[in-house]
């Protein structure tokens, strides 16, 4: 069964997309960028705007039944390679002992405002 999961951002149904698409076991969670959604704004620092994407992705994920420990999968999208140091004690917070296989890239973004985007694949796990 597919479940679509979506966050509400009007970006969403402008660009033709679901924040999450659940098929069976599997999570699949699109590019998320740092936009705090309560007040739709971009915080300013890389720091506060990767913290956002791992909430929102987060969220996003407990609503298909899923938590941050299913990732197995990581794509991080910087646009400055400055952030690299910067960015990799956050993601280490959240996920330090899961260890999904990642990838880090450094490019442009669709908006100049926005300096990280984090997509995410999970497995459901077994007992």
């Given at each position: 069964?597919?479940?679509?999961?979506?966050?509400?951002?009007p970006?969403?149904?402008?660009?033709?997309?679901?924040?999450?698409?659940?098929?069976?076991?599997?999570?699949?969670?699109?590019?998320?960028?740092?936009?705090?959604?309560?007040?739709?704004?971009?915080?300013?620092?890389?720091?506060?705007?990767?913290?956002?994407?791992?909430?929102?992705?987060?969220k996003?994920?407990?609503?298909?039944?899923?938590?941050?420990?299913?990732?197995?999968r990581?794509?991080?999208?910087?646009?400055?390679?400055?952030?690299?140091?910067?960015?990799?004690?956050?993601?280490?917070?959240?996920?330090?002992?899961?260890?999904?296989?990642?990838?880090?890239?450094?490019?442009?973004?669709?908006?100049?405002?926005?300096?990280?985007?984090?997509?995410?694949?999970?497995?459901?796990?077994?007992?």
């Amino acid at each position: 069964m597919r479940i679509l999961i979506s966050t509400g951002s009007p970006f969403e149904k402008t660009a033709g997309y679901s924040r999450a698409v659940v098929q069976g076991d599997w999570c699949f969670v699109s590019g998320t960028t740092g936009y705090d959604y309560a007040t739709m704004t971009m915080p300013q620092t890389i720091e506060a705007q990767a913290r956002n994407c791992l909430a929102t992705i987060a969220k996003a994920l407990a609503e298909g039944g899923f938590d941050m420990a299913d990732v197995v999968r990581a794509r991080y999208y910087i646009t400055d390679q400055a952030f690299v140091d910067v960015v990799f004690p956050i993601l280490g917070e959240v996920f330090g002992e899961i260890r999904p296989a990642a990838t880090m890239i450094v490019c442009q973004l669709n908006k100049p405002e926005m300096k990280i985007e984090i997509e995410v694949t999970a497995l459901r796990r077994t007992a």
